[in-house]
């Protein structure tokens, strides 16, 4: 669809490897810290003088000789330590481990390796310790990823303390070519950099200071000010800082953080987008605690240009880049294999299926019960994808612990089966009544454990061969034409709606569950039928980031050892999908990719209106006096946008009536059924960066209607990787049969199109594909955008005024252009998204 361009490495393990653990990569800038869900204590650094008793006893152990080459091992982590004044390794904090770090030669086991190549947007981490633990077993831990991610982990457990050192410093070498011994010496080629880390910073867990970044664009209406970062956010980019202190080659980072990658400039202290396709600049500063910002000394500008703005407040001195559609640094919810926060504080429904199966116990008589200890609820949903060689394996397992409303005894609920199949009588179980939880935890937590190789109650580790729990959103609303509809027992009584009638309705479609239902199932997200419900914005920005590591596959960059068969089936176990008995596909080209990354990133707009829609109604329930704004209402202020409803007798609408006609297909009979001018809060003023651009043209946008809600809120939008034959732009065209194509209502009462206006000035033109035209990310130098030059075109065009600009649009059929080309219909790609306006939304019939 149009929309398409808006928008874990196995290691081979050692035969002495006892066990093993991984875990899935996560964006970590907007990662909520484990030690904070978990306080445990991490144990730090210790004086050698009290280690000895220990080493000792870790002496009379050892059934080997001390290891050769002169290496002296001592912990540095030993729990109820006197620290000395010099800073040694901690534990990975999100490792799990207790125990403490040793060392070799003086230098802690605690490693920092990096591999950066800012040119190929490309920053990985490799961290590697050698852990002696509380139970006296050795581990050497590895968690790798890209920079800003989580990654992954794995932990291989020896009895020998030898085997774990010669483990140890094979990896080392594995990764960086040197020895361990030379360790500080340059490496070569494509390996991995030891870098020298500020241990007593690592142990403070980075939170000397706080980081900030400058807004003075409006964005999300935001006044002009210094902005923090995520606590986790600002904790990953001190790291970097006190990294680059130490190693000042690598002042220059490519940070990932959800769907988007920053350049982040430590020494110039400028942050870039680099997948925005305005390749968004932000200052940033550093904010050290105890020190009063609002004074903070001017960063400098030696990477500014004498053009940009300076702002006249003493505080903001400096301190600002202009750029008329930047973003700030997106802050994203963590991406977990544990249900988050919020979703802990809300009660997840009982399954409505129970309904089915035991006419005598409705699902309305019972609630889940919460782990008190744990502060989780007794609801999993486990999925497992396995379409490895000749495996056609696509399918869930619910379990859930319920109680009684009117007993108050206990039940363990489960349903199993294959992804997108409705539960039968034999895939289901429902074992109770337990007069106590203790009882009916037991049943839950064996089936669990049975299920996942979990331990309940416990950090969730993938398994091999094991399902995997995901995160569903238990705020959206799952209904079948069969199941139980609830009903609020509390009236509310609306006021009336201030809309005119067309606009209420238009609003009232865009912001329609069913529609968003019917919407998912293109997707193979089949709402009514997917027995596990809707996967979380967790869960899309985790599939994206394994999409991430098929695209490195594809390209060959390295970024990922998996194949396509193990990446496909852990894409499709994070999201679940619905393709019935067969064999989900593999995603092992770009045009399959690309499908799959526009899937995710239509699911995030949707999800902004979801959230949207979520918060409408908690204010309705939130008022005493039962009298709420009509929903439609409350929507439509949400957009941020001005509809005006034009009447088909206006000049105006006339124009637009007959550009639509004189440019669907010959055999079409598609019809325009109501337009709506459009004034979206802001755009006007990123418009006028354009207002000298001549060639202005009036051009059609089609997409899903799913989407039309977010458009009218945020704009057209360049989305990260996004992609098409024509490279990563805003894609507009001057037939409305070609945008047609991309135009879907989802069995709505009509579709959405969009007519924008776009000063295009000098055209690039191109008329055949490959990677000339399908590798743009921005116009050609000396040009504004880029014209595909289709074999029909139309063939004269008008002018109408808008803000007293001259805008062509057609006013008869297309003609044979005569030019030899790849494109059929003429296409106009631009790159900047403030460079389109939307003018225009209509609601069409596509036939």
């Given at each position: ?315 903001k001195t400096a301190s600002s880049v202009v750029t008329p559609t930047s973003s700030p640094v997106k802050v994203y919810s963590s991406v977990s294999s544990t249900v988050s926060a919020e979703s ?77 199949e409705r539960p039968k009588a034999n895939t289901k179980d429902l074992k109770g009544p337990f007069t106590s939880e203790s009882d009916a935890l037991k049943v839950f937590a064996k089936k669990y ?399």
């Amino acid at each position: 669809m149009e929309r398409r361009k808006e928008r874990l490495l196995l290691l081979f393990i050692p035969v002495s490897l006892l066990k093993i653990k991984c875990r899935r990569s996560l964006p970590i800038f907007a990662y909520q810290s484990r030690t904070e869900i978990r306080k445990r204590p991490i144990t730090i650094a210790t004086n050698s003088s009290l280690c000895q008793p220990q080493l000792d006893k870790r002496k009379s152990k050892a059934s080997k000789p001390k290891p050769t080459k002169g290496t002296k091992k001592r912990r540095t982590g030993l729990r109820n330590a006197v620290n000395t004044s010099k800073s040694l390794g901690t534990v990975d904090p999100e490792s799990n481990i207790n125990g403490s770090i040793l060392d070799i030669d003086g230098e802690p086991c605690d490693v920092m390796l990096v591999l950066v190549d800012p040119s190929k947007h490309m920053d990985k981490f490799f961290i590697l310790q050698l852990i002696e633990t509380v139970n006296d077993s050795f581990i050497v831990y590895t968690r790798w990823g890209r920079t800003g991610t989580s990654g992954q982990a794995m932990e291989q457990e020896f009895q020998d303390e030898e085997d774990a050192e010669e483990c140890f410093c094979k990896k080392f070498k594995e990764k960086t070519g040197l020895e361990w011994e030379n360790r500080n010496e340059p490496t070569v080629g494509k390996k991995y950099r030891f870098i020298q880390q500020n241990f007593g910073e690592k142990k403070l867990g980075y939170t000397s200071a706080k980081w900030q970044y400058w807004v003075d664009d409006q964005v999300d209406g935001k006044a002009d000010d210094w902005y923090d970062y995520s606590k986790e956010g600002s904790q990953q980019v001190e790291r970097l800082y006190q990294e680059s202190l130490i190693n000042p080659r690598i002042s220059n980072r490519i940070v990932d953080s959800g769907v988007w990658t920053y350049d982040v400039n430590l020494s110039e202290m400028i942050q870039t987008n680099v997948k925005h396709s305005n390749n968004t600049s932000r200052r940033i500063r550093r904010c050290p605690e105890g020190e009063d910002m609002d004074n903070l000394p001017p960063v400098p500008m030696a990477a500014v240009s004498a053009t940009i703005a300076v702002p006249s407040s003493p505080m903001k001195t400096a301190s600002s880049v202009v750029t008329p559609t930047s973003s700030p640094v997106k802050v994203y919810s963590s991406v977990s294999s544990t249900v988050s926060a919020e979703s802990k504080a809300k009660a997840p429904p009982v399954d409505q299926d129970i309904d089915l199966f035991f006419p005598s116990s409705k699902s309305s008589t019972f609630k889940t019960v919460k782990d008190e200890e744990n502060t989780d609820w007794y609801d999993v949903v486990l999925n497992q994808c396995n379409i490895t060689g000749s495996n056609n394996n696509n399918k869930y397992y619910r379990l859930q612990l319920l109680q009684s409303k009117i007993s108050s005894k206990y039940f363990v609920w489960m349903k199993w089966g294959r992804v997108g199949e409705r539960p039968k009588a034999n895939t289901k179980d429902l074992k109770g009544p337990f007069t106590s939880e203790s009882d009916a935890l037991k049943v839950f937590a064996k089936k669990y454990r049975d299920k996942t190789g979990n331990q309940w109650g416990k950090e969730f580790v993938p398994k091999k061969n094991k399902y995997t729990r995901i995160e569903i959103d238990n705020d959206v609303e799952v209904k079948e034409e069969f199941k139980t509809v609830n009903v609020k027992t509390e009236q509310i009584e609306y006021l009336p709606s201030a809309l005119d009638p067309k606009t209420k309705e238009l609003i009232e479609v865009l912001f329609s569950k069913e529609m968003r239902d019917e919407a998912l199932s293109a997707f193979n997200l089949d709402l009514k039928r997917l027995p596990l419900g809707v996967p979380s914005k967790q869960q899309i920005q985790l599939g994206i980031s394994i999409l991430n590591e098929i695209e490195d596959l594809i390209s060959g960059s390295g970024g990922s050892n998996g194949s396509f068969d193990e990446l496909s089936s852990r894409f499709y176990t994070s999201i679940p999908h619905s393709f019935g008995r067969q064999r989900p596909p593999v995603i092992n080209n770009m045009v399959s990719l690309q499908q799959r990354y526009d899937m995710c990133n239509i699911l995030l707009d949707m999800y902004s209106t979801n959230e949207t829609m979520r918060k409408i109604e908690e204010e309705e329930t939130k008022v005493e006096v039962k009298k709420v704004p009509y929903p439609a209402d409350s929507h439509y202020k949400s957009l941020n946008a001005d509809l005006i409803a034009m009447t088909k007798s206006s000049k105006e609408f006339k124009k637009i009536q007959q550009y639509f006609d004189k440019t669907k297909g010959s055999n079409s009979s598609a019809k325009l059924i109501d337009a709506w001018k459009v004034n979206r809060h802001g755009e006007d003023a990123r418009f006028q960066k354009f207002d000298k651009v001549s060639n202005r043209k009036l051009l059609w946008h089609g997409t899903n209607i799913a989407v039309v809600a977010p458009i009218l809120t945020s704009g057209l939008r360049i989305m990260p990787h996004s992609g098409g034959r024509v490279g990563s732009g805003i894609y507009l065209a001057s037939m409305q049969e070609k945008s047609a194509q991309y135009t879907s209502g989802y069995g709505s009462k009509f579709a959405c199109m969009f007519l924008c206006e776009a000063p295009l000035g000098k055209s690039h033109q191109v008329t055949s594909d490959g990677s000339h035209a399908s590798s743009l990310k921005k116009a050609p130098n000396g040009f504004d955008s880029v014209h595909a030059v289709g074999q029909r075109s139309p063939k004269s065009w008008d002018s109408m005024d808008l803000d007293n600009h001259n805008v062509d649009l057609p006013n008869e059929r297309a003609a044979d252009t005569k030019v030899k080309s790849s494109f059929y219909h003429d296409e106009f790609l631009v790159y900047d998204e403030s460079q389109v306006r939307i003018r225009y939304v209509l609601t069409v019939k596509l036939y």
